[in-house]
């Protein structure tokens, strides 16, 4: 069986590199630990950087993505969206307008881009903004061919999740990291990484 060579390059926030989760993984981890690879020799590295916004995430992104390619294989994004545009007070336009760049220039470098959006709080007008950035990420995504996870929709209700937040100071522990994974996992991350799922056909 030929093994395929994959360079996944994720950029994002703290969650992305496992803040918060006493097991170290976080959601990214997880959805890694879940992937087959018995033909799929994978290389993830991981460029997270705390409190990022979106405008700081598009000025920083490529130069260090560049230097993890592999300029004759298969490369791969990340793109892990955090709630910072709303904690600074970005407009959802200049929000939007950051992440086209981010994607545009993912595009010029021929680069299948996966889009994870920001999760929910526990603060009701928090959760009012976040829900339009979520919106407007999913379309700027979507509108360009990329895919798009929406963690706030499925997340904003759920109990596990918003327990999970009131018991480590809202931030999400190993239940929340474990949420976001299972979203991302049945989101379309198996076809964009190219291998079956292992849960097809189970009952």
């Known amino acids: 069986m030929d093994t395929r060579s994959l360079r996944l390059v994720a950029i994002g926030d703290e969650l992305l590199a496992g803040h918060g989760d006493p ?5 990214f981890g997880r959805v890694l630990s879940k992937t087959p690879q018995d033909s799929l020799d994978l290389s993830p590295y991981v460029l997270a950087n705390p409190h990022e916004t979106t405008e700081v995430l598009a000025d920083r992104w490529l130069g260090e993505a560049q230097r993890r390619f592999d300029l004759e294989g298969d490369n791969r994004l990340v793109v892990a969206l955090s709630g910072a545009d709303e904690r600074a007070g970005l407009s959802t336009a200049r929000s939007r ?9 993912a595009t010029q470098l021929s680069l299948n881009a ?3 959006g920001p999760p929910p709080t526990l603060d009701a007008d928090r959760n009012r903004r976040l829900a339009q950035l979520s919106t407007a990420f999913g379309d700027v995504t979507t509108r360009r061919n990329h895919f798009y996870v929406d963690t706030f ?3 904003e209700a759920h109990e596990q999740w918003r327990s999970d937040l009131a018991a480590h100071n809202g931030i999400p522990g ?3 990291h474990g949420l976001m994974a299972w979203l991302v996992l049945h989101r379309g991350w198996y076809p964009w990484i190219g291998v079956a799922d292992p849960n097809a056909g189970t009952v």
């Not at 097991?23 to 959601?27: C, F």
């Open 97 to 105: 307008l950051n992440l086209a760049n981010i994607l545009d220039a």
């Open 114 to 116: 996966f889009v994870v």
């Open 153 to 155: 929709t499925p997340l």
């Open 174 to 176: 190993q239940q929340g």
């Open 23 to 27: 097991r170290a993984l976080g959601w």
